[in-house]
């Protein structure tokens, strides 16, 4: 069944697929920007950090261009070397493919999550200073998507007629069932998105629908754009000096809500790992276990529905739960705007539909989905 799955893959081979002018195009053009940030800032730092600081931006400009080298020219997918604690979880599951794999030929989802624990590897191989990479925003992490390959874009709300599948109201009558519920938030994006995502978690607060609310955040800088223990901390700031008092307001109540222990913080290395969900039980049972202790777990974003899904070429008809394949630690519900050519749990004609009004309907972020599991 496993090997079955995987003949199933999407990859960049196919040139009109989304998933070939990602790694074609959109991953090099991410690489570039981070090489041109730090060219431009290697004398900030080295006038903050000194000379020798000067030096290790240009080691690691060099790993970052050879890194795109590598990527453009399909070469095989090379053993990390750093001493980071996840660095033996990733190269196992490289030695554990079929083939050696290469970047046209292999798993989107695997060699576009390779591509960003690359990106971090070449600090690790050749720190400069931690605080470097925050304070300067190095991967972007505040307002870009990786969609836009590190371009700002200004998002807007969609309509309710772009929703092609909408399980809201089943989470609701989760969550309005008896007592309070223990809510976990698997995030994406920081910036606007957090700041949505900290208002949704007041509601249920203040609802008393949920007695608590754990957030999970990245482990390390992931897509430009996810959210990182920084990220979550400096929205809170800008938040708290704003002019609004509205905002101000959304401020305190979060930093009361974390100071009493009614939210708690989490990171874990396995949200920046290659496996999709699936295999969460075996790698990192604490995490599974964890999960497993909550009423409702939310998945926000693109990354976390193609991991729930397995960035599999599913039948768009495939019922949401099956296309989990085993996943299901609580009942979930994965918020998503399409951006990336896999779906399922769509009615029959709908995707055929869709393909008339846009082709690249799967792609553009212009649709979403509600989609919840309670049982498989």
Known sequence: MKKHLESLSIVGIKPKSFAYRTVKDRMPVILTKVVDHLYRERREIARVYGEDAREEVKAVIGRLSKLRNEMQTNKPMLPLESSEEDVDLWNLYL??????????????????????????????????????????????????????????????????????????????????????????????NAGPELAADLCLAVL??????????????????????????????????????????????????????????????????????????????????????????LDLLIFKGDLNYRKLVGDLRWDTTTPFHRALRGFLPCPLVSLRATKADVIVGLAPGQADRLEILNPDWMTTGTYAVIQYAASL
């Open 95 to 188: 030695e554990e493919q079929p083939e050696v794999p290469h970047w046209f030929e292999s798993a989107w989802l695997y060699v576009e999550c390779y591509m960003y624990r690359r990106i971090k590897e070449a600090f690790e191989l050749r720190l400069i200073c931690g605080d470097v990479c925050t304070q300067n925003s190095l991967w972007g992490n505040r307002c870009d998507l990786s969609l836009s390959a590190g371009e700002q874009i200004v998002s807007s709300r969609g309509t309710s007629d772009h929703i092609l599948v909408d399980d809201w109201e089943s989470v609701w009558s989760l969550l309005g069932s008896g007592e309070s519920k223990k809510v976990g938030i698997v995030m994406d």
């Open 204 to 293: 249920l607060t203040e609802s008393k629908l949920a007695s608590h609310v754990e957030f999970h955040v990245k482990y390390l800088p992931w897509f430009v754009s996810d959210v990182t223990v920084p990220d979550y901390t400096h929205i809170l700031e800008t938040l708290a000096d704003s002019e609004s008092d509205i905002l101000q307001d959304l401020a305190a109540s979060c930093r009361s809500y974390l100071a009493s222990g009614t939210w708690s913080l989490h990171y874990h290395m396995y949200w920046t790992l290659p496996h999709d969900m699936t295999a969460m039980a075996d790698v990192s049972p604490d995490l599974h276990s964890q999960l497993s202790q």
